[in-house]
């Protein structure tokens, strides 16, 4: 399968400690967001890789949450001190810069307990 | 500023009934507009999406849209309900100025009953 690729698909974790989530995006595909989703909702934009250049984060992303891209190919989205407001389903997209559509990963499931 | 409108939060359709899944949309530019699908616990899934040409577009499982200018709409279309087509459905736009950012609407529930 050569789609979007995350993991993990779940994770329940206490509330302070750490996690981090990785993505693997359809191979040559520039872009890379991360998006989280609550039930219900639809998904908020967190944040946007070009290659390893990490080029616009939301409001949303506290300090306590950092992405990177090092190598341009996969990355990592890591939340620290975890709260349970950040319990949500986390994205993971991705697209060619030439491009108009992004296809998604299956998500992350993190429940912050 | 951009905005999507899914005005149901849910659509309950026979099978073998014709379905129609709401979205207007608010833009600046050009918008690019575009419909996902998402299955419970997983991922969305892309449908189709309509950059320029066609006002009619057709995607996967059998879904089209129609674009409508002068009415701001994207709606989605399916000519013969299934009982597999019940999901949440998402349509999100992009100004074509916009580097990256797609806005997304509410999502609505389409439930399909045998």
């Known amino acids: 399968d050569t789609g979007v690729s995350q993991d993990p698909r779940h994770k329940i974790t206490k509330r302070g400690q750490n996690v981090t989530f990785r993505c693997d995006p359809i191979s040559e595909h520039n872009r890379l967001y991360w998006y989280r989703q609550t039930l219900g909702q639809g998904p908020e934009f967190l944040t946007y890789f070009q290659n390893e250049a990490q080029l616009e984060k939301s409001r949303l992303l506290s300090d306590r949450f950092s992405a990177e891209r090092p190598k341009g190919s996969f990355s990592t989205l890591e939340i620290q001190r975890t709260e349970q407001g950040d319990s949500a389903m986390y994205l993971c997209?991705?697209?060619?810069?030439?491009?108009?559509?992004?296809?998604f990963g299956e998500g992350s499931w993190l429940t912050v307990v | 500023a951009q905005s999507v409108a899914q005005p149901e939060d849910q659509v309950n359709v026979a099978e073998g009934n014709p379905l129609t899944v709401k979205c207007t949309y608010s833009v600046s530019g050009n918008p690019y507009l575009f419909w996902y699908v998402q299955y419970p616990n997983r991922g969305l899934q892309f449908l189709l999406k309509?950059?320029?040409?066609d006002n009619l577009v057709k995607g996967s499982y059998g879904f089209e849209a129609e674009f409508n200018k002068s009415q701001t709409s994207f709606h989605l279309k399916k000519p013969s309900a299934l009982v597999s087509d019940s999901a949440l459905y998402f349509c999100?736009?992009?100004?074509?100025?916009?580097?990256?950012?797609?806005?997304w609407g509410a999502g609505t529930k389409l439930i399909i009953k045998p």
């Open positions: 997209a991705s697209r060619l810069l030439s491009g108009n559509t992004i296809y």
């Open positions: 999100a736009v992009r100004d074509e100025a916009s580097n990256y950012q797609l806005i």
């Open positions: 309509y950059i320029t040409g």
